[in-house]
DNA sequence: CGCCCAGTTGAGACATCTCAAGGCGCGTGG
DNA sequence: CCACGCGCCTTGAGATGTCTCAACTGGGCG
């Protein structure tokens, strides 16, 4: 059973914070050839953008809002996530240096953008980019590539709301960071995100997240070194715990 | 906050059960223009496919298959769902007569397809599909368009298993079954799904779903004539109940 | 007419949330 | 370089929503 491959994989920040990542994405050996060689097609919008950043926490776009720019993140990670009238959050993905957001849709942004960190982004006009999707048949199917993606990152978060327990969401979790990041046990992963935001992502309250970090930690089978860090001691063990998903 | 007005729209069954539909969709003045749009110029696939029939419960496809065929459901309803070795289901959407199920991937079928009802569809060789949009930039939009409003229903659907309560869930969900059928307050819904059906489509148990649609009929919110059918009674109220989201 | 399945209802268990307090790592400023 | 303070994280205790297990009911189909 292992039809979440793609999974969320692709949803989490990388080792470098604040360093800018120049056009070719750090992730060096990215085990999604699918993923590579898109971005590499789609690097030919590059000299049709303009450089900017925004500040933690600071809004790239909101949901309903027209749909006016695309962006490639340099650096930094995003998060792309729904708000409610009454201030509840899910988070549907995060994205990272060599991610696309904004390109999606077409219309109005379906979801609010918001810099986790510090993020430097290229930012397209939004008439620009569907000029070359129209023209050239290879950034179409690129950007065809990548929703298709986004489509199946979505179904596979569907079962981690739906059907996981706190414990198995949260070594679902850890799982996806390592295989993105491709660390092997006893690697330190930096994931970047705080509490509040893997809580919001897995639909289970800071807290919930907090104890179910240390209860893996007691039993030995991952580490917390220091803040937003997790070594991964045993990934079959870990594995063990998502209940056949992951 | 009406982002989710595309949501998991188009994901249930229509009035008629059994009467075979021709191959344009009864869904007659469906509030949804591009659906009906993109219907229309998919339709023209019609001619490439044979007529099969399946039977309550069987199975169209298995996630991780590979891709051959795309279906085109006639009459009936087919639910689209994740299955976790230890026999969890979610549910990630239903299809009914008109829409098009296993067009959206390439390589593998992401998710399994089961007859909620019996079922007669259209099947297409997955070949003369992608053939068709290679060739026809129509069709390659209409194909594109679909696959774009199921990342936003799966979008929609993670806010629903992520952040509300049964109730809401509930409420949501006979709200969108009203959307869907254009009924007014006061008209039957005709909904064939059971209560399981329901439940693994909003992250609960069968009973817990029993519960909440007695106690919105106990308030007077809606109406249960018989098995499988709903009548809002206020449109109003029952939108109160789904705090802010549906 | 009666069986069978779907749905309802109840009672108790349990996971997660909520509210609250405490600790400590990290960045800042001295 | 070290001390300080803020925010993040952890931990605790109690509340509660949902699940689980179980019995019962009713409608529909054979």
Chains 1, 2 share one sequence.
Request: with cysteine; hydrophobic share 40%.
């Amino acid at each position: 059973m292992s039809f979440s491959g793609q999974a969320v994989r692709k949803s989490l920040p990388p080792m470098q914070s604040q360093f800018p990542v120049a056009k070719a994405p750090a992730a060096g050996g990215h085990p999604n050839a699918v993923l590579g060689q898109e971005n590499d097609v789609l690097s030919s919008l590059d000299t049709l953008g303009s450089v900017c950043r925004f500040a933690r926490n600071e809004t790239l776009f909101d949901q309903g809002q027209d749909l006016q720019s695309s962006y490639k993140i340099v650096s930094g990670a995003v998060r792309l996530c729904r708000l409610t009238a009454d201030g509840r959050r899910q988070i549907a993905e995060f994205r990272v240096a060599g991610d696309f957001v904004g390109l999606e849709w077409d219309g109005q942004y379906a979801l609010t953008a918001e810099a986790v960190r510090d993020v430097v982004a290229i930012r397209y006009a939004r008439s620009r980019v569907d000029r070359m999707i129209a023209e050239r048949s290879d950034i179409r199917e690129g950007v065809f590539g990548l929703i298709r993606r986004d489509l199946r990152a979505a179904q596979d978060h569907l079962i981690t709301l739906g059907c996981q327990t706190a414990k198995e969401r949260v070594a679902s979790f850890i799982l996806q960071l390592a295989r993105r990041d491709g660390t092997r046990d006893g690697e330190t992963i930096e994931m970047q995100l705080g509490r509040q935001d893997i809580a919001d992502y897995l639909g289970l309250t800071l807290e919930t997240v907090s104890r179910t970090f240390t209860e893996l930690k007691r039993k030995g089978i991952i580490a917390l070194p220091k803040r937003r860090q997790v070594i991964v001691r045993s990934t079959a063990r870990l594995t063990a715990q998502t209940a056949g998903l992951n």
